[in-house]
């Protein structure tokens, strides 16, 4: 039964580190951006350079523009 529960030390560690964003590249411009929000409808994108670009969730589909990286 101790190995279907956690430690403390787990709970804790897992509290400290988020879970990891989801990425996306730009097949056109080569960039990569992190999803930092999304509300159903439309993505919000962080650059490396900390500017953010939007997407509605149909254009991160077409996967001619937008790859998603594992």
Known sequence: MSGLMKS?????????????????RN???RRFYLLI???GA??????IDRRSTYASRDAL???????RIP
Request: glycine share 2%.
């Open 8 to 24: 403390a030390f787990q709970i804790r560690t897992d509290a400290l580190c988020p879970p990891p964003r989801t990425r996306y």
């Open 27 to 29: 097949r056109f411009t």
């Open 37 to 39: 929000a999304d509300d």
């Open 42 to 47: 439309q993505c919000e994108l962080q650059g």
């Open 61 to 67: 589909a077409n996967h001619e523009i937008w790859e």
